[in-house]
């Protein structure tokens, strides 16, 4: 099966792509794209079979997942940071804890309803509930601000 990568390298980790990544990307059916422009997303994200988001790190949010989910494109991602808030395993993709497991779960990716998962996004974080969302937590913020005590909390995401 390809996999096609899409990212932008920054300058800063120019010499670390360079040195530890570019090497392996000559491996067969491996195709670094690059950086790719807002309108080529919805392509490049619809037409995978799924978004695998190898995160290491505790991304606070990780937009690109619910960019693929708009797409109804399924994500397979490790489990750091947002993603068990993101993704609702085995209904919009998957989550994993290594290489073995994200292997693993492509074999399953037939069971994920695409349908669903542009469904669960549209519910959960399209423009209209994420405005909402934070319009919720200003005015709390706000309340609390005005009773002497400043109480500031992440928006509540949508189950």
């Given at each position: 099966?390809?996999?096609?990568?899409?990212?932008?390298?920054?300058?800063?980790?120019?010499?670390?792509?360079?040195?530890?990544?570019?090497?392996?990307?000559?491996?067969?059916?491996?195709?670094?794209?690059?950086?790719?422009?807002?309108?080529?997303?919805?392509?490049?994200?619809?037409?995978?079979?799924?978004?695998?988001?190898?995160?290491?790190?505790?991304?606070?949010?990780?937009?690109?997942?619910?960019?693929?989910?708009?797409?109804?494109?399924?994500?397979?991602?490790?489990?750091?940071?947002?993603?068990?808030?993101?993704?609702?395993?085995?209904?919009?993709?998957?989550?994993?804890?290594?290489?073995?497991?994200?292997?693993?779960?492509?074999?399953?990716?037939?069971?994920?309803?695409?349908?669903?998962?542009r469904a669960t996004f549209e519910r959960r974080f399209s423009v209209d509930v994420m405005a909402e969302k934070y319009e919720d937590a200003y005015a709390t913020s706000f309340r609390e601000m005005t009773r002497g005590a400043c109480?500031?909390?992440?928006?509540?995401?949508?189950?």
């Amino acid at each position: 099966m390809p996999l096609r990568i899409a990212a932008k390298v920054d300058p800063a980790d120019r010499d670390y792509f360079e040195a530890r990544i570019l090497p392996l990307l000559n491996a067969p059916g491996v195709h670094f794209v690059g950086e790719i422009s807002e309108a080529e997303k919805s392509d490049f994200l619809g037409g995978a079979l799924a978004l695998l988001f190898p995160i290491s790190w505790p991304e606070p949010f990780g937009l690109v997942m619910i960019e693929a989910m708009a797409c109804g494109t399924p994500v397979i991602a490790f489990n750091q940071g947002a993603v068990p808030e993101v993704i609702r395993d085995g209904k919009t993709g998957f989550i994993v804890e290594n290489v073995e497991q994200a292997v693993h779960a492509v074999a399953y990716l037939y069971t994920i309803d695409r349908a669903v998962v542009r469904a669960t996004f549209e519910r959960r974080f399209s423009v209209d509930v994420m405005a909402e969302k934070y319009e919720d937590a200003y005015a709390t913020s706000f309340r609390e601000m005005t009773r002497g005590a400043c109480v500031l909390q992440r928006p509540k995401i949508v189950s």
